[in-house]
C-alpha cells in the first residue's frame, strides 16, 4: 500500500522531457496496463492510439499543440491517443449508453499515467486537441473522438512539492 502511496505522490505533469529515447514495447505496455481499468458495465469505451514513429510524433504534437499552448510536445518521446466510442451497456441501465464515458476515459488515463510512472516515464495530460489535425495523425474512426491525449518521456526536473486544497475543504464525512 506504502508503494502505491510513494506513485501518486511521486507522479506530476511534466512539460520538460529531455532526449532520452522512450523504448516502443514500455509504451505498448503501458498501454495495455492501462487496459485494466474498470468501466461501466466493462463497457470499455475506448480506443487508444500509440504513437511513436517519428513522422507521427511531429503532427501528433501539432494537433495537441495547436492552439498554441503546449509548444513542449515537440520534445515527447510517445502519445497514446484516447478516442472515445458509444459504450455498450447492459439492458435495463437507465442511463444514456454514453453517461459514463467520460469517467471511463478519465479512469484509464489515470491507469495509463500511473502505469508510467511505475516504469520511470512521465507524463502529461492534453486536453485541447484540434480534431482535423489529430485526425491526419493517427487513423480514428470516423464514430471515435479524441478530448484528451498523454504526453510521455523521461524528464530530469526534480520533483515538485505538491498544493492541495485542505482536506476539510474537499472531504465531508456524514
Known amino acids: 500500500m506504502e508503494d502505491f502511496l510513494e506513485l501518486i505522490k511521486n507522479r506530476q505533469s511534466c512539460r520538460d522531457f529531455n532526449d532520452k529515447p522512450l523504448d516502443k514495447e514500455l509504451v505498448q505496455k503501458i498501454a495495455e496496463q492501462a487496459m485494466l481499468a ?6 470499455q469505451p475506448w480506443k487508444m492510439y500509440v ?8 503532427q501528433t504534437a501539432v494537433a495537441l499543440g495547436s492552439n498554441g499552448h503546449n509548444k513542449f510536445l515537440n520534445k515527447a518521446k510517445a502519445f497514446i491517443i484516447f478516442a472515445e466510442k458509444q ?17 471511463d476515459i478519465g479512469e484509464l488515463i489515470a491507469y495509463a499515467t ?17 480534431q482535423t489535425l489529430i485526425r491526419s495523425a493517427v487513423p480514428m474512426q470516423s464514430d ?19 498544493s492541495r486544497k485542505a482536506k476539510e475543504q474537499v472531504i465531508e464525512i456524514v
Open 38 to 43: 474498470p468501466s461501466a458495465c466493462n463497457s
Open 51 to 58: 504513437v511513436t514513429s517519428e513522422d507521427k510524433l511531429e
Open 87 to 103: 459504450a455498450v451497456l447492459k439492458p435495463g441501465v437507465k442511463f444514456d449508453r454514453n453517461h459514463f464515458v467520460k469517467y
Open 114 to 130: 500511473l502505469s508510467a510512472k511505475s516504469m520511470g516515464v512521465e507524463s502529461c495530460i492534453i486536453g485541447m486537441i484540434d
Open 144 to 162: 471515435e473522438i479524441c478530448n484528451v491525449a498523454v504526453a510521455l518521456g523521461y524528464s530530469d526536473i526534480p520533483l515538485r512539492e505538491k
